[in-house]
């Protein structure tokens, strides 16, 4: 059980890494590998946290968005 536990684990955080550098890279997606809906959803949701990050930088300073995002890092 110990074992497959372990493969598990592995399987997982190669899993996660993967994801981690897919989503701070800025290279497009493998052709093929999203659909026109998924890539349109995806530069929604972009354009979204852009503007709800200027909207907070505009009510509150940018050392204290990054104390808060840094507490909720911690946080995890």
């Not at 897919?22 to 093929?32: C, F, I, Q």
Request: aromatic share 4%.
């Amino acid at each position: 059980m110990s074992q497959r536990t372990g493969s598990y684990g592995r399987t997982l955080l190669v899993f996660c890494r993967t994801a981690q550098q897919a989503s701070t890279t800025d290279e497009p997606p493998s052709r093929g590998s999203e659909t026109s809906a998924d890539t349109e959803r995806v530069q929604r949701l972009k354009q979204r946290a852009d503007e709800q990050r200027a909207i907070a930088l505009q009510e509150r300073s940018f050392a204290t968005l990054l104390k808060e995002q840094m507490a909720a890092v911690e946080d995890r």
